[in-house]
């Protein structure tokens, strides 16, 4: 009696685990595997298993990455890496309507010597626009930098028509027109200094995706041990 009574829960024990492990090799595994097969190679996985979710998430982190390195940088990086020079040469534009030199006359435009950090709308004989007169404060390098990028957009009413679309160039026009003063005014911080390697980031994704599949691919391989060793005993 004894010895039944010992022995009866073990043997129960151990069927139940074999029918759980055989129903794991015939429902687990096939998923598992389709999922790692699926989301190793690419997309073409299972749906609704969990492992293949963690393969959505990681993959997730990557496009995160591939985005941060889309975003165009801040004014303060495009001025930082601006070439004085090359806005010189695009301020030839300017020049058909505005005096770039101190004490330049007005002339279509008022004349632009000193402008960053100049009161808007401010040089004495300019009959400037009640739209333009109205906007207050002074030029900083942003404000000129939307003005230039679209002037009926930021200033509705404005006399002048400018849409300069292209980031960098504008930005030369701007590091030209801040060196046009007796004591330039410095340029905005840009706004990441350290901006951690975007390949880095990349690799570190893929290291992650890589461990991933490793510890999947491993446990799938436990699994089947335990499955061939649980069915062995019976
Ligand atoms: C076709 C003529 C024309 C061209 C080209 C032009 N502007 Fe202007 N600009 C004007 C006029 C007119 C005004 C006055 C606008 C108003 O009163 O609303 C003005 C105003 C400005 C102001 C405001 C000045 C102040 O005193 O507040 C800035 C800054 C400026 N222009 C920069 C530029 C730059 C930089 C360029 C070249 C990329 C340029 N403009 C090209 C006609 C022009």
């Known amino acids: 009696m004894a010895d039944k009574s010992n ?8 069927i139940a685990g074999a029918i759980l492990a055989a129903l794991l090799l015939v429902f687990g595994l096939p998923q598992l595997t389709a999922a790692l097969l699926g989301g190793g190679e690419g997309h073409g996985g299972g749906e609704g298993d969990e492992l293949h979710l963690a393969y959505c998430c990681v ?12 975003a165009p940088p801040d004014l303060g990086t495009l001025l930082a890496n601006a070439s004085v020079a090359g806005g010189e040469r695009r301020a030839a534009l300017c020049k058909s309507c505005h005096t770039l030199n101190e004490g330049g006359a007005n002339a279509a435009g008022p004349n632009l010597w000193g402008v960053v950090d100049r009161p808007v709308a401010n040089v004495d004989g300019f009959n400037y626009t009640s739209a333009l007169a109205a906007a207050g404060g002074a030029w900083t390098y942003d404000r000129l930098d939307q003005y230039l990028k679209n002037s009926q957009d930021y200033i509705p009413g404005t006399a002048m028509v400018q ?28 706004a990441i200094v350290a901006a951690p390697g975007v390949d880095e980031a990349a690799n570190a994704a893929e290291d992650v995706v890589e461990s991933v599949t490793d510890a999947a691919q491993g446990a799938v391989e436990n699994t089947a041990d335990a499955v061939e060793e649980a069915l062995g005993d019976h």
């Open 7 to 14: 022995k009866d829960p073990m043997l129960s024990n151990k």
């Open 59 to 70: 993959e997730l982190e990557t496009e995160t990455v591939a985005v941060a390195e889309e």
């Open 163 to 190: 849409r300069f679309a292209k980031d960098g160039q504008r930005a030369d026009i701007l590091a030209y027109l801040g060196s046009l003063s007796a004591s330039p005014v410095a340029f905005p911080a840009p």
